[in-house]
């Protein structure tokens, strides 16, 4: 018997030398953990990349033990335990991980090697984290095999190398975006299979529990938790549950039609004992918005015209070409002509033009200027069911979230990626994209069966001119419009937040600047590039931490905004790198009106400011960014020209 192969017990690798004995200064690692903050925060940074391309050398080995022992064997290999198995087999033992670890290790490996080769070289090149891999291999499985793969594969791989940050959500819907768009029957197909295998399910837990699930379409999925996270929140802050566990007693009451209660067990408390149907009969409706573009809801085109949704997978051939300056096939936007955006709404009560029905979708078609790109973002919007209730109604959602479509950034790698992926084939037919906000991309045809639904309401984001869209309300110039505030929550789609993946609509709009409630004319007022979506803990964050975040025009892109988060140690990071801009190109055709002029004190009214300290934190802050401005060049991103209007305090 060989003895080939066999390790001893404790040895880091083939080398046998332990990874803590080796030269850290070869490595290029810290000598000594004795550093400042800065210096632990470029080591982290450091190892991140170090670590992608640790993870990458891993598959590498995985791919090369498929190409010795699975592929001379996987034509005829029809037994039971087969080459693939025994190869997972070897590199479980190995490593001493499940069978189930280490096929999905080798599952991942061979995906990299034969259908993601360029975003293989984004992980070799620390471009992407290493966390991300399996979302990427898992939403492109749909192309394995078809003859727009390379494409697909370059379009991804250039967007992630955008400066920029990322998030989990935006990898997900960056891969949907690319696919769902190149084979819309494949994904109808795939889509149909899915609502047949919907189900329902019960499974035994310990301790005397048990857990109760179903699967069904994404926009009740989206109904059912709306529902019941409003009866759940019929408690007084004095409840002792959690809020999942408040959920469960919620979902059990709506199915059971038992009474829900606070358990705080105050005589005072008003929330002793709810009805939870007469909660969700009486609840505010509720609406799911979607968002996408003309072209999307009148279905498939051919793939030598240039539709909106083509203008993002099209900048994977021409990197440094922008959307405003691609050409749009406009056959369905000319009654639409002018900087104009479409609302489909379905809503519980006939309300602002809304047809009753059990739950409310909102999808909004951004439309561009006749002869550009259109461009919207759609969410699911299905017919949407109520649980346990007729008449819910959906929460008042104050914004829309568009999802970004990548904009490719040329690069060395990326140029011979769009030179082999210009040798793939286009499918016959191109198909847009539709964003769900909370869930993410639908396919074209998820979009449109929506659409058809007759209780789906579709309205414009602007009135299809070119008149500018008001920014505040009229009464207030601190509070955006309705279409400002449905427009950014569209634009940004997610916190805009580096990793965040929290949706825009659930969260605030806050002033980047902050906002002299004073002289607004200074500083901070009330616009679509000072205005930016943050979940609620990092809004908290920025107010009362110490860490900056700026956001200003984009002066090599006209429409198009650059962000950017400074810690309190200096370090600056990029904002989000797929935003709606990149999947619906013509939100950066909507133009939004100056806010309106201050209003003058009233007469005898001593103006008020904020507090001294208060002052001083925020004039610190608008001096710091433009220090940043002039300092960083953003990874090669032209900073825009100082600002020369004296601060505002």
């Not at 083939?14 to 903050?37: I, K, N, Q, Y």
């Not at 409003?230 to 004095?238: D, E, I, T």
């Not at 906000?437 to 045809?445: F, K, M, Y």
Request: hydrophobic share 40%; proline share 8%.
């Amino acid at each position: 018997m060989s003895d080939r192969g066999v390790g001893v017990a404790g040895a880091a690798q083939v080398g046998g030398v332990p990874w803590p004995e080796r030269d850290h200064a070869a490595l290029g690692l810290p000598v000594s953990f004795d550093l400042p903050v800065g210096g632990h925060l470029d080591a982290l940074a450091d190892l991140a990349a170090g670590a992608g391309y640790l993870e990458w050398r891993r598959y590498q080995h995985a791919a090369a033990l498929h190409t010795e022992l699975v592929v001379p064997e996987e034509d005829h290999d029809e037994r039971a335990v087969d080459a693939f198995a025994q190869c997972a087999a070897r590199i479980a033992t190995a490593l001493s991980v499940s069978q189930y670890v280490a096929e999905r290790l080798l599952d991942n490996a061979v995906a990299l090697r034969d259908r993601l080769p360029r975003v293989f070289e984004c992980l070799r090149d620390g471009v992407v984290s290493p966390t991300f891999i399996r979302t990427i291999v898992s939403r492109t499985e749909l192309i394995h095999g078809r003859p727009y793969q390379g494409l697909v594969d370059a379009d991804i791989a250039a967007a992630l190398r955008k400066p920029g940050s990322w998030s989990t959500a935006r990898v997900r819907d960056l891969c949907d975006q690319m696919v769902y768009r190149r084979d819309p029957d494949a994904v109808r197909e795939r889509r149909e299979e899915a609502l047949k295998g919907r189900c329902f399910f019960t499974e035994a837990g310990l301790d005397g529990m048990g857990t109760v699930g179903a699967t069904m379409s994404a926009e009740r999925a989206a109904i059912v938790a709306r529902v019941v996270e409003r009866l759940a929140a019929q408690v007084c802050k004095h409840d002792s549950r959690t809020k999942t566990a408040r959920a469960s007693d919620a979902l059990f009451a709506l199915v059971k039609h038992a009474p829900f209660g606070c358990d705080c067990g105050r005589p005072e408390c008003a929330f002793t004992v709810v009805d939870a149907d007469e909660v969700a009969a009486n609840a505010a409706r509720i609406v799911i918005h979607v968002v996408t573009d003309t072209t999307t809801l009148t279905g498939p085109v051919p793939a030598a015209t240039t539709t909106p949704a083509e203008a993002a997978t099209e900048s994977a051939a021409q990197p440094t070409a922008h959307p405003q300056t691609q050409e749009a096939n406009t056959a369905a936007t000319a009654p639409h002509a002018g900087r104009s955006a479409d609302e489909v709404e379905i809503t519980d009560g006939a309300e602002d033009g809304g047809v009753e029905n059990e739950a409310g979708v909102h999808v909004a078609v951004v439309d561009a200027v006749a002869g550009e790109n259109v461009v919207a973002d759609d969410a699911p919007v299905e017919k949407a069911e109520a649980v346990q209730a007729e008449a819910v109604e959906a929460e008042a959602v104050e914004a829309e979230a568009v999802e970004v479509e990548v904009e490719v950034e040329e690069t060395v790698a990326g140029e011979d990626a769009a030179a082999d992926a210009a040798a793939e084939p286009e499918p016959e037919l191109v198909d847009g994209v539709g964003f769900v906000a909370g869930l993410g991309i639908i396919s074209g045809a998820h979009v449109r069966d929506l659409a058809a639904d007759p209780h789906t309401l579709i309205r414009p984001l602007g009135d299809g001119t070119a008149t500018p869209l008001p920014t505040t309300q009229p009464a207030d110039p601190y509070r955006p419009s309705a279409a400002l505030d449905t427009y950014i929550r569209a634009r940004d789609r997610y916190c805009t937040w580096p990793g965040c993946s929290k949706p825009a609509w659930d969260g605030d709009l806050d002033h980047i600047t902050e906002y002299d409630h004073t002289h607004p004319e200074r500083g901070g007022q009330t616009s679509a590039t000072g205005l930016g979506a943050k979940c609620r803990f990092h809004h908290l964050l920025k107010t009362f931490g110490e860490f900056v975040d700026d956001q200003y025009d984009d002066p090599d892109h006209p429409g198009r905004i650059i962000r950017t988060v400074t810690i309190p140690e200096g370090r600056t990071v990029l904002g989000p790198a797929y935003t709606g801009f990149d999947s619906h190109p013509g939100l950066d055709m909507i133009v939004f009106g100056d806010p309106p002029a201050t209003r003058p004190p009233s007469p005898g009214t001593e103006p008020t400011r904020p507090a001294p300290r208060t002052e001083q934190k925020h004039a610190r802050r608008r001096q710091e960014r433009n220090r940043n401005r002039l300092r960083n060049n953003l990874n090669g991103v032209r900073p825009p020209e100082p600002d020369d209007a004296p601060p505002p305090f």
